[in-house]
C-alpha cells in the first residue's frame, strides 16, 4: 500500500501480513495468551497491545487515518479515556467543546475530577477556545460532527490554536468515520473513535481504536497497559472482517441519509433537520471543506409536543428499528434524551439545544425509497398529535 492507495483498497489490504497467512487471503487468528517469550524484543501479551491480530488491526486503521500508528481498545469511551488519562497529570486542565457524547461528558465531569485534572466547556470557535485556555490547559477535544446535533467544528483552527499554545489535541472522529474525514491531515494530534459503530458496522462488536503518532501512542499505550482495556484476537479478526467492508458501507450511507435529510426538510410534520449535507445548514460550509462525505448520521424535530409523544411515533416504524449505538447496515433511530444524552442533567440537555423530541437516524444501507416510506407513515401518525 502507498499514499496513493484509494481507501476502498486501504479497507481490504492494509495492515495484511502475506508471511503470516498461509497462503490464505485473511489474517489467521492466533488466540493465544501465552505466547514464547525468548529471544524477543518485544515480549507479546494480550494486555500489551502487541500480539499479531491487534497489530494487524491497528496498522489498518492508522492507513484508514493517514497516522503514523494506531491503537485497539475494548470500547470507545476506553479509547477516550485511556488517552486522557495518559496525557494529563493532576493540576492540568482540559478544553472540551460543548455538544459532546454523553459518555464523555460524564468522563469529564465525574472522573477527571477524581484525579486532580479541572476541565471547563467552550463553544468551538477561535474566540471562545482562546479564551478559555489557561495556563494548566495541556489537551483541546472536540467532537465533529457531533452527537446528536451534527454541528461541525473546524478542525484546522482547532489543531492551529492547539499547536500555538503548545497544547495537544484530540477528536472524537465516530460520526464520520476515516472513509469521510481525516483529522490528522489537519493537524490534530489524536483521533478516537468508537469502533462499535462504523469500523464494526454490524452491530454486533464492541471496541475503540484511536490513531496518532508512534510518540503519543507509546505514551498511550503504557497508561492502558495498565488499566487493561484490551481487545482478543477473536474479536480482532471480526474487526478486520468488517473494515474491509467499511468505504463501501459508508458510501451507500452518505448517498442514503442524504436524500433521507432532503426529503424530512420537505416533509410538512417535520420542524428541523440536522444534516451537514444540506445546503441552507449552517454547518455546510465547514464540513464541505473538511469532509469528504456527509455521514450516515442526522437528526429531526417532528411536530410533536412531548417524549412521549415522539416515542410513539418510533413505535409506528416498520423498517427503522428503535435502538441505541449507530453505524450498522440498518438504519436504527433512538431518542438522545433517553438514550445517549441521559446522561446530562435535564437542564444540560436544554442548554445544548437536544429536545425531548429530537430523533437521531443512523441511516444504513436499505433502499433510500423504502426508508422514506417508512418515516412518511409513521410522520402521518405523528400528525395526530400535531393536529389535535
Known amino acids: 500500500m502507498n499514499e496513493q492507495s484509494g481507501k476502498a483498497t486501504l479497507c481490504v489490504h492494509a495492515g495484511k501480513n502475506a508471511s503470516l497467512n498461509s497462503e490464505g487471503v485473511n489474517t489467521p487468528i492466533f488466540t493465544s495468551s501465552a505466547i514464547d517469550f525468548l529471544d524477543q524484543d518485544d515480549v507479546r501479551y494480550p494486555r500489551n497491545f502487541n500480539t499479531v491480530n491487534q497489530k494487524v488491526v491497528s496498522a489498518k486503521i492508522a492507513a484508514l487515518e493517514g497516522s503514523e500508528d494506531g491503537l485497539l481498545f475494548g470500547s470507545g469511551m476506553a479509547a ?50 482562546e479564551a478559555a485556555i489557561r495556563p494548566e490547559t495541556k489537551l483541546i477535544y472536540i467532537e465533529t460532527p457531533s452527537n446528536p446535533l451534527l454541528k461541525v467544528t473546524d478542525m484546522e483552527m482547532v489543531a492551529g490554536l492547539a499547536k500555538a499554545k503548545g497544547i495537544l489535541s484530540m477528536i472524537d472522529n465516530t460520526f464520520a468515520s476515516p472513509i469521510n474525514q481525516n483529522p490528522i491531515a489537519f493537524g490534530i494530534d489524536i483521533v478516537a473513535h468508537s469502533g462499535s459503530k462504523y469500523m464494526g458496522g454490524h452491530s454486533d462488536l464492541l471496541f475503540g481504536a484511536i490513531a496518532t503518532s508512534h510518540q503519543l501512542r507509546q505514551q498511550i499505550s503504557e497508561g492502558g497497559k495498565i488499566l487493561g482495556s ?35 426538510q420537505e416533509h410538512p410534520r417535520v420542524e428541523a433537520v440536522y444534516y451537514p449535507g444540506l445546503q441552507d445548514s449552517p454547518e455546510h460550509s465547514i464540513a464541505s471543506r473538511q469532509m469528504k462525505g456527509f455521514g450516515g448520521m442526522l437528526s429531526f424535530e417532528p411536530a410533536l409536543r412531548s417524549g412521549a409523544e415522539a416515542e410513539s411515533l418510533i413505535r409506528k416504524f416498520k423498517v427503522i428499528a428503535p435502538a441505541v449505538s449507530l453505524g450498522g447496515v440498518e438504519t436504527i433511530v433512538n431518542m438522545p434524551a433517553r438514550t445517549s444524552h441521559s446522561l446530562l442533567p435535564a437542564e444540560e440537555r436544554k442548554k445544548a439545544g437536544v429536545k425531548d423530541v429530537l430523533l437521531r437516524l443512523s441511516v444504513g444501507i436499505e433502499d433510500s425509497e423504502d426508508l422514506m416510506r417508512d418515516l412518511d407513515q409513521a410522520l402521518q401518525f405523528a400528525g395526530i398529535y400535531a393536529t389535535s
Open 80 to 129: 477516550i479515556s485511556n488517552s486522557i488519562l495518559a496525557l494529563v497529570r493532576s493540576g492540568d486542565h482540559v478544553l472540551f467543546q460543548k455538544d459532546l457524547y454523553g459518555g464523555t461528558y460524564q468522563m469529564a465531569t465525574q472522573m477527571l475530577p477524581q484525579f486532580g485534572i479541572s476541565y471547563s466547556f467552550s463553544e468551538p470557535t477561535l474566540e471562545a477556545m
Open 230 to 264: 484490551n481487545v482478543n484476537a477473536t474479536t480482532c479478526a471480526l474487526i478486520e472482517r468488517s473494515l474491509k467492508t467499511l468505504a463501501l458501507r459508508v458510501e451507500k450511507q452518505n448517498e442514503n441519509a442524504q436524500a433521507l435529510a432532503e426529503f424530512l
